[in-house]
């Protein structure tokens, strides 16, 4: 693992110092992305060319993206996370928004369905000492192995041609997901559950988003 020499921890400073420009103001969600090294969650090669780049998405393995850090940002200050709270993660991806999370103190369960990418991804929060539980699925419906379990904030990093009701129905009362819904364009919605049935939902419209397609089923091509 390439160590976090001063060069990378100034990119990190001047990359918050850009996300507030840009209107990040929760300093939980900037103290987070400033500790953590982004580099670790990548290939090496792509260190000195724009990985701290905050209007940048990169590519990783299974044709998926780590999020452009505007949009790991963006997305985890909308979550208004208070520490100790239960998350569930859709699409764990290289494991960077997890991290964060679990640096902002949340207990996160996370799935990935590309299983190359939730076996990588597993090992290498583990060995970083994150503790996020790591599942493999598609999460339409909640994580199978959590039966019953409800969550405080769900966020959802692939975009769903609508809003998945099972995925409400693991969201406690009072909680909140943020997801990018839509076929071809879509929007990222804060949702507040004010109650079990969607008149009880609140929908907040926060604007344009581009992201990989929420798939179902699991892919074990290697």
């Known amino acids: 693992m390439t160590p976090d020499i001063p060069k990378y921890q100034a990119w990190r400073r001047r990359m918050v110092d850009q996300l507030r420009e840009r209107g990040i103001t929760d300093e939980t969600v900037l103290a987070a992305m400033e500790k953590l090294p982004r580099h670790w969650f990548v290939s090496d090669t792509l260190l000195d060319t724009f990985l701290y780049d905050i209007d940048r998405a990169i590519e990783i393995d299974c044709e998926q993206t780590i999020s452009k850090p505007y949009t790991v940002a963006w997305q985890t200050q909308l979550l208004s996370l208070q520490p100790l709270m239960t998350v569930l993660e859709v699409g764990t ?3 960077y928004q997890t991290a964060i999370l679990c640096e902002m103190s949340a207990r996160v369960h996370t799935v990935e369905r590309q299983h190359t990418l939730y076996r990588k991804t597993k090992a290498l929060l583990a060995s ?4 996020a539980k790591c599942f493999l699925g598609d999460s339409f419906n909640g994580v199978p192995e959590m039966a019953d379990f ?4 769900i966020l959802v990093t692939c975009g769903a041609p609508n809003i998945p009701t099972g995925l409400m129905k693991v969201l406690k009362v009072g909680g909140i997901m943020v997801i990018p819904v839509g ?4 929007r990222m919605l804060r949702i507040y559950k004010d109650g079990d049935t969607p008149e009880q939902w609140r929908i907040e419209d926060h604007g344009d988003a581009k992201f990989v397609p929420m798939l179902q089923g699991r892919n074990f091509e290697k």
């Open 93 to 95: 991806g290289s494991g």
């Open 128 to 131: 970083l000492n994150y503790h």
């Open 150 to 153: 409800i969550y405080d904030r």
């Open 183 to 186: 076929i071809g364009e879509q």
